[in-house]
Every structure is written in structure tokens, then in C-alpha cells.
């Protein structure tokens, strides 16, 4: 008996890329059903798209993810990095060049797909994500819109008007978007193998993090290593955190233009800086610190992103690879007379580190914590409560564990 076979089909999109330029990229929807303006950049981590997604800094952002199989381990509870999953902060949207395939890891809670939608996060796959990032690499980080119609209707006019008139992340603050609502204390530990996380009961030290979009694995290490850790909105004034007797301050991560944040944020470092309490700032926390001691921060091409950069310590002379999660980087050449160039990118020269001269003040580009990435740079950590040890006159921590 002849059989008959399907005729050659066209799958029809039901997600879309449409760049600021006119160019549109179809694809696989799935997540949250709509569309968001964004600013479109690539990640070279091969692991933690969970961490990646959850993190604040990607506020604004849409995330390309040039490893191609996204979505093999699930997603679970534990590997969220704001503060607040209720209310989101994170990447708006993620392209994958794979199909997200059902999870297979003993960790796994769920889908990516659902973990998705629930996170409000439009995604597209199917899409040559290689010739995506080298669109990025050649020409910068595009302003686009991703949207996902399961039936597969779109008004591309109109998303091609939403790209093109989107402003873009220059002068925008979105660290006030993605702070705390209210200052809270931390008490979690970090995870260990079979064990999960821990709490810290006995805190020796008292720091107070300013929150611009802060990760948890920040605050985990600082808990991890004797601190009590209040978390402070980002508009809190410098008397505020005085009278809370800090014996650190911590100026956090965060998405957006440095100089916008800044307006409100670098007179109360300025004013923080009055004191002898050590300092310690990390991505947006670093620029501003550099802002407040009279340097200047400017947008870079592609920015840097992934786990996989390396960095030299100039303080030691040492090579780690580390987490990187930036679009706009401090200019070395505006730094004044008294701050020192502490720490450098092996990419490209970029600056990736600060220190104050003759004072407990220091701050790095790049993200220490990991979550996820190499773990090269948590002697960070140590040298920040050392610099709180020797202020208060104990020994110091071996700077490396």
C-alpha cells in the first residue's frame, strides 16, 4: 500500500528578536508570554543560568547565552541571587541557541521553561547565537525587544518602533528599581556540599551593605566569614548608617548607569569616606567609589560578561579567573592622585579594581562572589575583614583559606 508523507513545512515563529536597526530575528518562543525593551548582550559562562538570570545587575538587560544547551539541570530554590524573587530583579529576557529539554539533575525543582514564565522572563530559542554575539562583538550592545505570541502574531511595525525609540541604559538608574524596600539583616551562610545553606548565630563584626542590587552569595560570604550584614536601601543617607555602628560598609552590585545612581549615592560615599571604617565595593559599587573619589565611568562596547575572564591582582601579582557582569567600566586615566589601580582585565586593559592610598578603601570591577563562576577571587573577602581586624586591633585571617 503507498504511503504519503508531509509535505515540507515551515515552522512558524512564535518569538522574536527585533533589533533598534530594523533586524529581526525569529525563533522558538517559550517563558513569559508578551515582550521587553532591553539592551542585548552575551554570556560566556558554561554553567549557573539560574544565578545569571536572578542577578540584579541584568536589570534592563536581555541575555544571549553562547553556550548552547541551556536548561539541562532544572532550576531549583536555591540558586536565585536577589534579594526578593517576588519582585523579579533580573534579566527581562534570554535567547538560547537550543531547545530547553526536560531537566535531568537530583537538584532539580522544575522546568526552566515554567521557572521562566513565573519569573516573568520572555525567552527564544532556535536561533544561531554565534552570529548573534558576533553582531554584538562588531557593533556593540543593541536596544532591541524580544516578544513571544504562541500564535505567532506580532506587530512588527510596532515592535520595530519600540526598539529604535528605547533611550537605552546611558543615564538611567535602575539600582532604585531592583534595591530593598526596607533594611533587613542576613544571616545565611554559604552552601556546602550535602549540607545546604547554614546560618551564622555568632556574628564578630557588624557591616552594613548598601543594596544597588545586591547578589546573595555576597552577603553569604560576608555572613560566611563573622558578619552580622544589614542590608540598606540604596537612598539611605550616611547618618543612617552611622548611627547603625558599622564596622564595614559594603557598596553592592547593581544594573544601570553609574553616573545616574550616583547623583544620590556618591555624596553619601563621600561622606562615608570622612570616617576610618573600611570600604569595600564590588561592579556598580566600584564605579561609584571611583565616582565619589573624582574618577569618571563611561559605557563600554560589548561590556564584559561571563565566567571565564582573567584578571591580574596588581597588589599580588597573581592571574584568577573570574565572574564578570558590566557595561560600563571606570576610565584609569581620570583616577586621581592618591587612588590606585589595583586590579586589571587581561581582555582588554580595562580597569577591574581600586584601592585609596594609605586608607582601608578598596573596591573591584569584576564579582568575587561568583554564583556562578570561578572562585579565584573570595580572598576578597578575607582582605576586607582584615581590614576590620586590623582597625579594631585583632590578628589578621589567612587571606586565602
Not at 524573587?85 to 515554567?114: C, E, I, M
Not at 525567552?123 to 556593540?140: F, H, M, P, Q
Not at 542590587?213 to 552580622?228: D, M, T
Not at 543617607?237 to 557598596?251: N, R, T, V
Request: with cysteine; net charge negative.
Amino acid at each position: 500500500m503507498a504511503t504519503t508523507t508531509a509535505p515540507w513545512a515551515t515552522e512558524k515563529p512564535t518569538a522574536l528578536l527585533v533589533l533598534a536597526d530594523g533586524t529581526v530575528i525569529e525563533g522558538r518562543g517559550l517563558g513569559a508570554v508578551g515582550s521587553a525593551v532591553a539592551e542585548v548582550c552575551f554570556n560566556t559562562a558554561l554553567t549557573g543560568y539560574e544565578e545569571i538570570l536572578t542577578d540584579p545587575s541584568y536589570a534592563g538587560q536581555i541575555v544571549t547565552f553562547t553556550f548552547p544547551h541551556i536548561g539541562n539541570v532544572g532550576t531549583n530554590n536555591e540558586d536565585i541571587e536577589d534579594l526578593n524573587p517576588a519582585a523579579r530583579a533580573g534579566a527581562v529576557g534570554a535567547v538560547f541557541k537550543a531547545n530547553v529539554t526536560d531537566p535531568s539533575n537530583y537538584r532539580a525543582a522544575g522546568h526552566l521553561d515554567q521557572w521562566l514564565k513565573k519569573r516573568g522572563i520572555v525567552a527564544l530559542s532556535g536561533i544561531d547565537t554565534r552570529a548573534l554575539t558576533v553582531l554584538i562583538r562588531e557593533k556593540g550592545m543593541p536596544n532591541a525587544v524580544i516578544a513571544h505570541a504562541p500564535d505567532g502574531v506580532f506587530d512588527l511595525d510596532e515592535l520595530k518602533w519600540q526598539a529604535a525609540a528605547w533611550s537605552g541604559l546611558i543615564g538611567l538608574d535602575l539600582a532604585k528599581e531592583v534595591t530593598s524596600g526596607q533594611s533587613s539583616v542576613w544571616r545565611e551562610t554559604p552552601w556546602a556540599w550535602n549540607r545546604g545553606f547554614g546560618e551564622q548565630v555568632e556574628p564578630s563584626m557588624h557591616v552594613v551593605a548598601i543594596d544597588y542590587g545586591v547578589k546573595r552569595n555576597i552577603l553569604r560570604l560576608l555572613a560566611g566569614l563573622g558578619a552580622k550584614v544589614t542590608v540598606v536601601p540604596a537612598k539611605t543617607g550616611a547618618e543612617e548608617i552611622l548611627a547603625m555602628q558599622p564596622d564595614g560598609i559594603f557598596l553592592s552590585n547593581g544594573p544601570g548607569d553609574p553616573e545616574a545612581t550616583g547623583e544620590y549615592a556618591v555624596p553619601v560615599i563621600q561622606d562615608l569616606l570622612k570616617t576610618d571604617i573600611p570600604v569595600f565595593g564590588i561592579c556598580l559599587g566600584h564605579q561609584m567609589l571611583a565616582l565619589a573619589l573624582g574618577g569618571k565611568t563611561s559605557k563600554m562596547h560589548q561590556g564584559h560578561h561571563g565566567a571565564n575572564h582573567p584578571v591580574k591582582d596588581h597588589t599580588t601579582g597573581k592571574v584568577e579567573i573570574v565572574s564578570m557582569n558590566h557595561g560600563f567600566a571606570v576610565d584609569p586615566d581620570s583616577l586621581p592622585e592618591g587612588v590606585e589601580e589595583t586590579h586589571v582585565s587581561l581582555f582588554d586593559g580595562s580597569n577591574c579594581g581600586i584601592a585609596l592610598t594609605g586608607r582601608p578603601v578598596f573596591s573591584v570591577q569584576h564579582h568575587p562572589e561568583a554564583s556562578p563562576g570561578p572562585q579565584d577571587s573570595h580572598y576578597l573577602f578575607r582582605r576586607f575583614v582584615n581590614l576590620i581586624r586590623e582597625r579594631r586591633g585583632e590578628p589578621a585571617l589567612a587571606e586565602r583559606a
